[in-house]
T-cell receptor
Framework: RKEVEQDPGPFNVPEGATVAFNCTYS??????FFWYRQDCRKEPKLLMS???SGNEDGRFTAQLNRASQYISLLIRDSKLSDSATYLC????????????FGTGTRLLVSP | DAGVIQSPRHEVTEMGQEVTLRCKLI?????LFWYRQTMMRGLELLIY????????DSGMPEDRFSAKMPNASFSTLKIQPSEPRDSAVYFC?????????????FGPGTRLTVL
């Protein structure tokens, strides 16, 4: 079983739609959770951290469910520029900030 | 401020040749991570350095791969001899472990093709 699992997609949505991605992780000792965004042929960039209480950054909302070991990302009012691959990232308790990346969910927003 | 710098951006080589990838950390950061990304396996951590010391190299595929950090701001990843299955995008990332945030910042990557 992979440490971090995501639906690869692609998710095809029209502009203005709301879309949600989920991700599950296997290590119950993980303490830090993130969503990274990766554009085609570019490097991953931190989109947002995910806190136990949930957090929101503009149109983006991240939630953590520790009991079920899943993380979600909600994007409201999708823009064309949101088209990218979204990587779910979990720290692996190894004494340092070792991050384990999911293989990503691809989002395509169309006009 | 300059971000993480990697060179070369693209490398095409023939099987059996030595390949050296280079990375310059963000000034003031103390940790460096080398990753490899392929379609099949996604992003995998190869090796992690903290304060120039290799802490975890469990992700290094085999003895053909070696990494060094000769000073606080620079690292190399060497593949000798290279094989076609090494074709991938290699990223390095730096962070300030123990600082106010230990976010990892990625360089633009080196796209390696081994023929």
């Amino acid at each position: 079983r992979k440490e971090v699992e995501q639906d690869p997609g692609p998710f095809n949505v029209p502009e203005g739609a709301t879309v949600a991605f989920n991700c599950t992780y296997s290590n119950s000792a993980s303490q830090s959770f993130f969503w990274y965004r990766q554009d085609c042929r570019k490097e991953p960039k931190l989109l947002m951290s995910v806190y136990s209480s949930g957090n929101e950054d503009g149109r983006f909302t991240a939630q953590l469910n520790r009991a079920s070991q899943y993380i979600s990302l909600l994007i409201r009012d999708s823009k064309l520029s949101d088209s990218a691959t979204y990587l779910c990232v979990v720290n692996s308790p190894a004494g340092f900030q070792k991050l384990v990346f999911g293989t990503g969910t691809r989002l395509l927003v169309s006009p | 401020d300059a971000g993480v710098i990697q060179s070369p951006r693209h490398e095409v080589t023939e099987m059996g040749q030595e390949v050296t990838l280079r990375c310059k950390l963000i000034s003031g950061h103390n940790s460096l991570f080398w990753y490899r990304q392929t379609m099949m396996r996604g992003l995998e951590l190869l090796i992690y350095f903290n304060n120039n010391v290799p802490i975890d190299d469990s992700g290094m595929p085999e003895d053909r791969f070696s990494a060094k950090m000769p000073n606080a701001s620079f690292s190399t990843l060497k593949i000798q001899p290279s094989e076609p299955r090494d074709s991938a995008v290699y990223f390095c990332a730096s962070s300030d472990q123990g600082g106010s945030t230990d976010t990892q910042y990625f360089g633009p990557g080196t796209r390696l093709t081994v023929l």
